[in-house]
């Protein structure tokens, strides 16, 4: 929840033994850093706001997109986790739809070691699902609400990867990625762009923009 204006580490599950010690070294137990990476990291900074980005989010339609949030993702080898299916518009909620995920490869993107994959066509079919910051005090920080997502496990089709491929993830394609098991890592570079031109950004979503700081916008014009 406060991560968002900040550089945050975040842990693998199964680095840790049933007594909460490391069983891997600390190097490599380490899930993922975020999530403003893309604002306090000079080299995130520049490939998140690099000419090449701009020019692929202007030939998707964006007049005023912002960034707001950024992730490096490591799937360790042995021990990185799965993502479950989900749609990226569950946590980043607009009105319209319209949040776009960048995903750059760092090293190659197998089967093997856990790359995405996705169910062709499930992003016509909208959001059902929200990942919102709890209303009730009393309770969990955050709760997900909505009808659970429906779709048909053997629809999912791999998308590997070699290092430097950009993937451009619709906020409604149901996407996954499985247990990482091998012995290689899959590190991957991912951010969030969102329109602002007359779009609504949810003041119910998880993530939101702080006084420190504000999602800057994409586009330097």
């Not at 840790?16 to 850093?33: H, M, T």
């Not at 518009?89 to 994959?117: K, M, R």
């Not at 006084?211 to 014009?221: A, N, Q, T, V």
Request: glycine share 6%; proline share 9%.
């Amino acid at each position: 929840m406060t991560s968002g204006d900040k550089i945050r580490y975040f842990f693998e599950e199964d680095a840790f033994d049933e007594s909460g010690e490391l069983k891997v070294p600390k190097e490599r137990a380490i899930n993922k850093i975020g999530h403003a990476l893309y604002e306090l990291n000079p080299v995130f900074k520049r490939i998140t706001r690099s000419e090449k980005v701009q020019s692929v989010i202007r030939q998707c339609g964006m007049e005023k997109p912002a960034i707001v949030q950024s992730m490096y993702i490591f799937k360790q080898p042995q021990i990185g986790g799965a993502v479950v299916p989900h749609q990226d518009s569950t946590y980043l909620y607009t009105e319209p739809l319209n949040v776009i995920g960048l995903w750059i490869a760092l090293e190659d993107s197998t089967a093997e070691n856990g790359c995405l994959s996705f169910i062709p066509g499930s992003h016509k079919n909208g959001t059902s699902r929200r990942f919102i910051r709890n209303p009730d005090p009393n309770g969990p920080l955050t709760i997900l609400t909505g009808k659970p997502l429906e779709f048909d496990e053997t629809k999912f089709v791999p998308a590997p990867a070699k290092p430097g491929t950009l993937l451009l993830i619709n906020g409604e394609v149901i996407h996954q990625s499985e247990a990482n098991r091998s012995p290689k890592s899959r590190q991957i570079y991912t951010f969030h762009v969102v329109e602002t031109k007359d779009t609504v950004y949810s003041k119910e979503n998880w993530l939101q923009p702080t006084p420190e700081l504000p999602f800057p916008l994409l586009y330097d014009d």
